[in-house]
């Protein structure tokens, strides 16, 4: 059973300033809905029910966002708009949906999920990173499925260009199938010439409740900070089943500028092929 979603949001979102000086880079809106809503949408559509997001207290915005009642009620008393009030009752479900947790300095990815240890529910979780969308394909739904077939854990992946190799995580690959393979070792921001592959690792994880243990143990990193892909590699080392995902949708990164801008444009062209679950 996968019910449950962690996505990490207590990053300042430097790539996206001065945007993000004031909104925080997950409620910019991304065709006529927040970035945030987006991913929402895609875990709702693929099973999920429960939301674990991880904050900080300069991210407040981001529970009022949600959680803002009375300012939705005081306008629909004086104005009874269709459109507003939709908005409010999706709010609302969404509120049914969410927990917080708080990360107050940035200690890393693997940090973040430490957070959440006390709230996983069952041996798995999803985890999906706001920057990155996925669109014309329902990424988490197939993650879910090939979790369900291999009882494993899982990794959304796409090939990338051999030049950028050195700006990814790349995934070692053994036994390649059409849409999947398994996963040998996990390495992070790799020369060309070192690089195992060209399958770089895209935000979107399904990863194993003992994932906590290993985080507990682990001694900070590159910058200081608990990385994730350290605690990956050694599960995998000690035998945990871990599956590389080639998803079918298109990749945007909305966490630069350039990125953000170009997503907004793909998004307004293109429609998407999952339908949302209201």
Known sequence: MLKQA??????LGTRLLPLSSITPK???????????????DECIAAGIKEFIFIISKRKESIKKYFFNDQFYKSI?????DKRISDAFNKLKKYQKMIKFVYQN????????ILKCKNYIKHSHFLMLFPDDLIINNNCSREMIMLHKKTKGSVIATKTVNKKTISRWGILSVK??????????????????????????????YILPKTIMKKLENLKPGQGGEIHITDAIKQLIKNGENFYGHIF????????TLDGYVNSGIEMSKKKRSWSYAW
């Open 6 to 11: 962690i996505i990490p949001l207590a990053g």
């Open 26 to 40: 997950e409620l910019l809106p991304i065709n006529g809905k927040s970035n945030l809503e987006h991913i929402l």
């Open 76 to 80: 629909l008393k004086k104005k009874k």
């Open 105 to 112: 300095e940035p200690k890393g990815t693997g940090d973040a």
């Open 175 to 204: 036994n390649k199938n059409k849409n999947y393979f398994a996963i040998n070792d996990v390495v992070e921001k790799p020369s060309i010439k070192n690089a195992p592959s060209n399958y770089a690792i895209i935000g979107r």
């Open 248 to 255: 079918k949708g298109k990749y945007l990164d909305c966490g």
